[in-house]
């Protein structure tokens, strides 16, 4: 059982930046892909980010490539979603997940993959 929890959401005019921990508690959890979706108000929750379980190899959606980047360090904890270059239509609850396989060898956004998920916290972008 992964218990993982975010944190760093809050309030940022655009163009600001944020920086999203995601702690999780398990040892097993450096062999896992991590991921970040998020959920804005009243649509679907949606792919953000993902690394493999070495943090050699990532994945973006691509509203967010260039501006957020994802990184893990297996001998610390917790793994990070840095968001620079905030828009308004960031605003959203983000979550941080963790795959139900193994080192799985190919990166995926499909969130059935994920079976374990934080409680979420809340970012907003102000215009």
């Known amino acids: 059982q992964v218990v993982l929890v975010e944190a760093g959401g809050g309030l940022v005019q655009a163009g600001g930046s944020l920086r999203l921990p995601c702690a999780a508690f398990?040892?097993?959890?450096?062999?896992?892909?991590m991921g970040w979706f998020r959920q804005a108000p009243e649509k679907e929750r949606a792919f953000v980010a993902a690394?493999?379980?070495?943090?050699?190899?990532?994945l973006y959606t691509d509203s967010v490539k260039g501006r957020f980047a994802i990184s893990r360090d297996n001998t610390k904890n917790p793994m990070w979603l840095q968001m620079n270059s905030l828009k308004p239509e960031d605003t959203a609850v983000y979550y941080c997940?963790?795959?139900?396989?193994?080192?799985?060898?190919?990166?995926?956004?499909?969130?059935?993959?994920?079976?374990?998920w934080g409680p979420g916290t809340q970012v907003t972008v102000s215009s």
């Open positions: 398990m040892r097993t959890v450096s062999s896992l892909t």
């Open positions: 997940a963790a795959d139900n396989e193994a080192y799985r060898a190919v990166l995926l956004a499909a969130e059935n993959y994920y079976g374990r």
């Open positions: 690394s493999d379980w070495s943090g050699a190899s990532t």
